[in-house]
């Protein structure tokens, strides 16, 4: 699976973008599609998320900021931002997720394996 993400650049401060994410190559039952990003000398942290049934979620610092929507079928992901923010200046990576279960003589475990892509930069100049 290979994950294309598009829409990262430099922005003023209050300015909008929007980041756009398709998945292609052979791809499994994608669960969730979602943003990460990461700010120099910080850890990755998520975004938002949108699941396969539509439902979404996002981090406190961007909600009534940024909006996630797609279609996790069709493995497509945006992210549109608006009011941004200096501090929203980060790398953002786009990520997808498969749940899936193990069933080894009858014991069965949860496991997650995480896709993602190359990183768009966002720069927000105050």
């Known amino acids: 699976v290979q994950l294309q993400a598009s829409g990262g650049g430099l922005v003023q401060a209050g300015g909008s973008l929007r980041l756009s994410c398709s998945a292609s190559g052979i791809i499994p039952s994608i669960d969730n599609m979602g943003w990460y990003r990461q700010a120099p000398g910080r850890q990755r942290e998520l975004v938002a998320i949108i699941s396969s049934d539509g439902s979404t979620n996002s981090t406190d610092s961007v909600k009534g900021r940024f909006t996630i929507s797609g279609d996790v079928a069709k493995n497509t992901v945006h992210l549109q931002m608006n009011s941004l923010k200096a501090e929203d200046t980060a790398v953002y990576y786009c990520?997808?997720?498969?749940?899936?279960?193990?069933?080894?003589?009858?014991?069965?475990?949860?496991?997650?394996?995480?896709?993602w892509g190359q990183g768009t930069l966002v720069t927000v100049s105050s």
């Open positions: 990520n997808a997720q498969d749940h899936f279960s193990v069933d080894y003589e009858g014991s069965v475990s949860a496991h997650t394996f995480d896709y």
